[in-house]
């Protein structure tokens, strides 16, 4: 009954590759969110989305694209993927953007 | 768009002592601010938070202080215990349009000597 999920856990991929990842929240939260980490552990917000309203941080490539199928996913589309992308990558969710529910992470590597 | 600063960037305690860390924020709207707390390999999970019209909170070892005309906030840990040794993030609320949108301080990573 995990609350937040994503898959998949890791992803090893080549530089130029098209990749996705999953997120799933079964907390009926109106508001799912993309988070990337990098290697010095700082949080940047990729994007804000709910049944209304998609909300993209400026800095985002728009190699990177979210889609909601519905209000429990979220899934995070990347498009020619490059070294830079390496990093975690956190879904979460909210109940009108209070507290944030964050899945377990993806690990994303660009050889 | 809203700014979040969190100092120290490191924190390095001998178990038992406390430990503080401090936040400021720029966008007067923001109204929500949690501290959230990310051991290594782990997601990041909220452990305290605050809104507006609270001066201060407090949980067991855990509290938080929130100064709105500085727009300052801060987190203090008291009698730390080596599993406190995590990176604690903090983070402020704020509108944009018709969602909330937080936005982190860079984190500190609390190291608890044994």
Redesign the interface.
């Known amino acids: 009954d995990t609350a937040v999920s994503q898959t998949p856990k890791y992803l090893v991929t080549q530089m130029g590759n098209d990749k996705s990842i999953k997120c799933e929240q079964n907390l009926g939260h109106d508001t799912m969110y993309w988070y990337k980490q990098d290697s010095k552990k700082f949080l940047k917000i990729m994007f804000s989305y709910n049944n209304k309203e998609l909300i993209i941080n400026e800095t985002v490539p728009n190699r990177f694209s979210p889609k909601s199928p519905d209000k429990a996913h979220l899934n995070l589309h990347i498009n020619s993927l490059e070294l830079g992308d390496s990093a975690v990558y956190f879904c979460a969710s909210s109940h009108s953007g209070e507290t944030q529910y964050f899945g377990p992470g993806t690990r994303l590597l660009v050889l | 768009g809203e700014n979040v600063e969190q100092h120290p960037s490191t924190l390095s305690v001998q178990e038992g002592d406390s430990a503080v860390i401090k936040c400021t924020y720029s966008d007067s709207a923001s109204n929500?601010f949690?501290w959230?707390k990310?051991e290594l390999g782990?997601?990041?999970?909220?452990i305290i938070?605050i809104r507006s019209n609270v001066g201060e909170k407090k949980d067991q070892r855990i509290a938080v202080t929130l100064n709105k005309t500085a727009k300052h906030f801060s987190l203090h840990i008291t009698e730390t215990q080596p599993e406190d040794s995590a990176?604690y993030?903090c983070?402020a609320?704020h509108a944009?349009?018709?969602?909330?949108?937080?936005?982190?301080g860079?984190?500190t990573?609390l190291i608890v000597h044994p």
């Open positions: 929500y949690p959230y990310q782990k997601r990041p999970q909220l938070d990176v993030f983070a609320m944009s349009g018709g969602s909330y949108i937080p936005t982190f860079r984190g990573s």
